[in-house]
C-alpha cells in the first residue's frame, strides 16, 4: 500500500520536480543550433551565424600554460575562491583595462562566466525584490531571477536610441522594491555599448535609489572605435557592483569554463561559500591557463578584435543592400541585430524560413526578450568568407519574400 502511494504521489511532473524549476528558460542559441543540426544530417549545407562563439582557436601560450600544469601535477582540488595567481592577475588586469584597483580578495573564480549569474542572484535577491535586466538581454538574466524569487523588469533597449539605456525610462521603473540593476556593455544581442556619459547618470540614479549593480563586461576587449567604459571606474560604484568577466569571448576559451566575479570583499567569502557547496572549485590547471591569458595574451586579443572589426564593417554594407532591412552599426560584441520587420514575419518565422530556404542558422530576437521581435541576432564570429555566402543566400531568400 504505501509503495502505491509513492507511486501516485509523483504522477505528474510538477508533483516530482520543484516548482522553482519551472521559472527557469532555455537559451535560443543551443535550440537553433539543433534544428540546424538535424538538417545537417539530411545532407542541407547550413552556415551558422547562431552561435556567440569566437571562430579562433584559444592562444598558443595558453594552452602550453595548460598542458604545462597537467605535466606538473596541478590537478587537484584548490580554494574555492580560485588560485593566488589568478586572482592577483585579475587585479593587473582589472588596472590595466579598467584603471581600477582590485585585490585578490576581491575576486572569485567560477567554472565559467554563468555560474556568476546564478550564484551572484541566489546570493543578493529575495523573494520579492524587483531586478531591472536589459530587454532584449541575455536570457540568463531574467531566468535566474525568476527561479531566485525575484521578479525582473524589463528595460527596454529601443533602436531608436541605438539599443542604449533610456535614463528617463530607467528611472521610472524603479520601485521601493528594486535591489538590483543589471547592465551588459558591449551587449548581447545588439551590439551597442553604453557610453561615458550613460555610465554617469546610471551611476547617479544607482546611487541615489541605493541599488545593487551586476555589470556583465564579458565583451570588453572586443569594442571598436571607442575604449570600454565600465560602472566601476565611477566614484561610489565599486562598493555596490558584482562585475562579471570571463575568458570564452575575450581569448576564445568557450570550452574552458573560467570566469570571475570581482566584488565587495564584505561579500566575496560568501559567493566563495555557494561555489564550495556547488563546485567545490575551478579546475586547478584551467586557472593558471587563465592568468596566462590575462598577463600575456593582449596582441592574441588585439588581433583577433581587428578580424571582428573587418567582418563587421562588411556587414555594414552588405545588410544596408539588402532592401527590407534596418540596422544599427554595432559598437562592441560581435552581433548584428537588425529590424526585419518590414517582412511581415515574426522574428521565429523569419529565422526558421531563413534556416530552411537559405540554410542560414540566425536567432530570432524574441530568444532575447519581448522587445526583439521584429529583429534576429546576427553573429559575426564566422569566416568572412562564410559570412559572405552567408549574406546572399539571405538576400536571394528574402528577394523572394519581397516578390510573394
Known sequence: MKTMDKVTRFSALQDLVANRVFQLSGEGAFEVLAQAKKLEKTGKHIIHLEIGEPDFDTPENVKDKAIQAIQEGHTHYVPSCGIDDLREAVGVYMKRTRGVEVDPEEVVVTPGAKPVIFLSFLLLLQEGDEVICPDPGFPAYRSIVEFSGAKAVPLPLREENDFRVDIDELKKLVTSKTKMLVLNSPHNPTGSRLLKEDMQEIAQVVAEEDLIVFS??????????????????????????????AFSKTFAMTGWRLGYAVLPREIAGYLSLLLTNSNSCTCTFTQMAGAEALLHSAGSVRRMSEQFKVRRDFLLDRLREIEGISIVKPSGAFYYFPNIKSYGLTSRQMASYLLDDAGVALLPGTCFGVQGEGYLRISFSNSLENIMEAMDRMERSLCKLKKA
Do not use: C, N, W
Not at 572586443?222 to 561610489?236: E, K, N, R, T
Open 216 to 245: 556583465d563586461e564579458v565583451y570588453s576587449e572586443i569594442v571598436y572605435d571607442d575604449a570600454h567604459v565600465s560602472i566601476l571606474q565611477f566614484p561610489g560604484m565599486k562598493e555596490r557592483t558584482v562585475l562579471l568577466d
